[in-house]
Structures are given as C-alpha cells and as structure tokens.
C-alpha cells in the first residue's frame, strides 16, 4: 500500500467508524423519542373489531395520524364523568370533528346507560368511571375520532317515541323526517276515524325504509295500520326487521329487498291498494353530494343519499307508480329537497299523470320540505290536511 491509498484506507475507516456511530446515536434517540412521545401522548395499538368489519366501505383510520395521536388511556388513576367530557371534547375540537362537546356526551352518556349527560346530577357527574368504562371511553371516543357518527358509534339512535339500532352503512333518519311522520298521521288518524281502519287498504307502503324509522314510527302509532316496506338495500332491509322485532312490531310490518325502479310490476301487484305511499328518497343533487361532511361521506350509504342530476331520479319512479298504487282516499307523502316541491307541482299540473297536488309543507326551519299528492280521482275527506 503507498502512502496515498494507506491515508485514504485510514480515513476511509475513520470515517466507517465515524458514521456507524452516527448511525448507531441515531437509533437510540430515535427509539428514546418515541419512548418519550409514548410517554407524552401514549397511542393505541388495541385491535378494534369494528376495524375490519368496515374495511369494505373504506370506513376507518382513513385519517393519517389518527390512531397514534390519541390520549393514552390513564391506567393510574380514573377520570370523573366531568373530567372524561371535557377531555374528549377538548380532542374532538381539536381535530375538527363536529358537534365536540355534543359527541362526548352521548358517548359517555350511553356508557352510562342514560340517555343524556342531564338526567345525571352535578353530584353524580363528580363521580369516577371504572376502570371498564374509561377504556370504553377510549374505545367508542376513538372511533369519533375517525369522523364515524355518532349514532354508529353508539349503535342506536331516537327516532319520535323509538329507540332504534343503528349501523353503517343504513343511512341515519334525520329530525325533519319525524315531521314526515306527523303529515303522514294526521292523515292516517283522520281515515281511521271515518272507518276506514277496518278496510284491507288502510295499509302504507314505504320506499326506502332505511332503518325502518318511518314505517316502525307509524305502526306504533297506529296498531291497526299494516305497513309494506322495501328498500335496495340489504343492510336496510335487515336493520328494519331488527328493529321491528327490538320493538315487537314484526306482526304489522312486511319488508322487501327491492328497488321501486327495477321491480316496480311486481311492487304495485303486491302493495296496491294503499291509503299512504311515503317516502324518504335519496334526493340530493349529484353535484351537491361533493359537499357533504366527512361523516356523511364516509359512512353513509351514498345510494341513500345521490337523487341524480335533479335529485329527482327516484322521486320520478314514485310518481310515476303512484297512481296505480293507491286507494281512492290515499296519499303520497314525501321529503325533498327545498327546490323540489315547486318542480313536481308543475309536473302533476303539466300533464296527464293521474296525481293531483295537494301541498307543499315547510320543515322547523321554514323550508318546503314536504309534497302531498293524491290521485285525480280522489274521494276529498274535508278534515284531512290541506283541502
Ligand atoms: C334517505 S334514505 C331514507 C331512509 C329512511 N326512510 C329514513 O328516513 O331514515 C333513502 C333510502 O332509500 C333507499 N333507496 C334508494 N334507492 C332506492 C330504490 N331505487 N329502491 C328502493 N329503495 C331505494 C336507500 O337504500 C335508503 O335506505
């Protein structure tokens, strides 16, 4: 070896040994950072099985960063019913998810088996969680992190007088909807008045049942009505005769996986006559369904939800089946969007479609939300709504 190679080997070494050391420093204060963020902030790697049951509707940890940036669960000491609030609010706040405070109470409320954070006293609010429902806590307020709703979440939701189960992706009833509901019985209340309860068509059919909200809210209402519900969806299908049966109303109710576009020969042989065709749609205009929250977006059936170009596509189908659906003192009732009811009354006025328009009805915010039709030739009955 001459002198240059003999200079060049030895700095070459000096400086293998230099950066193994590096190398080497560099590990060890990596892992003794991540030891001291553990400590800080502490992550979950607890198997969650809702994890994979959701995987199919790209549903959870979508959010980068998520799972490791959640509180460590204390396993020293327990919070108070107070304290586990305010915590969880303080995190949901930061990470932007929706209705904070809201969203910790209900959680920790359903862990408690109550129905609101209210109905505990001040006194009882200072008391500790067991060990047990702080890791709940942690469980359920992990999966609000991940934008799930909160109805999901708790698996069950209120709907009128019903407590209901709730699960993606069935598409969550909303509060206007129970004012549906009230359009629908006042209607119903009057017909059974006037006898018509004893009839074979005092009978509803309901497109896109969902959970079963509408239908379930009806026959509990009114025990004498029997109620045909369909939906495309077999989850919804499902969730509606689970929450029948949750309700012991699986002896009036009959329920259908079919689609009112495709299967709509064998819809009206099936249903017809009946005294209220009501509907929910999906009635949102496809441009609009690139605006909606994160927790809609992700968990929700979109098919609830996308009406089409118009938001009409399904509203159409129903129309158009209508007429041969219902008795001559029957009804259709539905939710719209608010541009919708001007549309279809100018329809069912523009032509030959055997409807006749009875009212629009604006939701609590003021909004016209409701279209009620009846058939041209329709028996009037003074004392029902809107004549
Ligand atoms: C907005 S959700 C309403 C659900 C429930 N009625 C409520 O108010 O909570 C609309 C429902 O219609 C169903 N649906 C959509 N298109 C349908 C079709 N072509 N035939 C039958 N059901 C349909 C969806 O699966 C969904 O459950």
């Known amino acids: 070896m001459n002198e240059f190679t003999n200079s060049t080997y030895s700095s070459t070494v000096t400086s293998l040994v230099g950066i193994t050391t590096i190398v080497v420093l560099l590990n060890k204060w990596t892992i003794m950072l991540i030891r001291l963020r553990r400590s800080v902030y502490g992550f979950s790697n607890r198997v969650d099985p809702l994890k994979d049951r959701f995987i199919g509707h790209k549903r959870l940890y979508s959010s980068p960063g998520v799972a490791e940036c959640i509180p460590a669960l204390p396993t020293a000491y327990r919070l108070t019913v107070q304290e586990a609030v305010t915590l969880w609010t303080s995190q949901f706040q930061l990470r932007g998810v929706s209705e904070p405070r809201l969203s910790s109470q209900y959680i920790i409320a359903h862990l408690l088996g109550i129905k609101t ?192 170009d118009d938001g009409m596509q399904v509203i159409r189908h129903i129309l158009t089946l209508a007429p041969k659906l219902l008795s001559n003192t029957g009804r259709v009732y539905l939710e719209v969007d608010p541009r919708h009811p001007a549309l279809i009354q100018q329809w069912a006025e523009g032509g030959d479609h055997g409807l006749r328009y009875v009212q629009t009805h604006c939701d609590f915010t003021g909004r016209p939300r409701f279209c009620v039709l009846e058939n041209d030739n329709a028996t009037h009955i003074k004392t029902m709504t809107s004549i």
């Open 117 to 308: 954070l209210e109905s505990l006293g001040n006194d009882r609010q200072a008391e500790f969680l067991t060990h047990k429902q702080m890791e709940q806590t942690w469980k359920l307020c992990t999966r609000r992190l991940t934008r799930m709703p909160v109805q999901y979440v708790i698996e069950g939701w209120d709907f009128r007088d019903l407590s209901l189960k709730m699960r993606p992706p069935v598409f969550i009833p909303r509060p206007e909807t129970e004012e549906l509901v009230g359009l629908v019985l006042a209607d119903l209340q009057v017909l059974q008045g006037i006898g018509v309860s004893e009839q074979a068509n005092f009978q509803c059919l309901e497109v896109g049942c969902g959970s079963g909200a509408i239908s379930l809210s009806l026959l509990y209402s009114l025990p004498q009505l029997r109620v045909i519900a369909l939906d495309k969806n077999k989850d919804a299908v499902d969730l509606t005769m689970e929450n029948a049966h949750g309700l012991g109303l699986q002896g009036q109710l009959k329920v259908h996986h079919m689609d009112v576009i495709r299967d709509a020969d064998m819809i009206v042989k099936m249903c017809s006559p009946v005294s209220a065709l009501v509907s929910n749609p999906p009635y949102l205009f496809s441009a609009d369904m690139a605006f909606l929250d994160p927790e809609v977006h992700q968990f929700e059936d979109q098919a609830a939800l996308d009406g089409g």
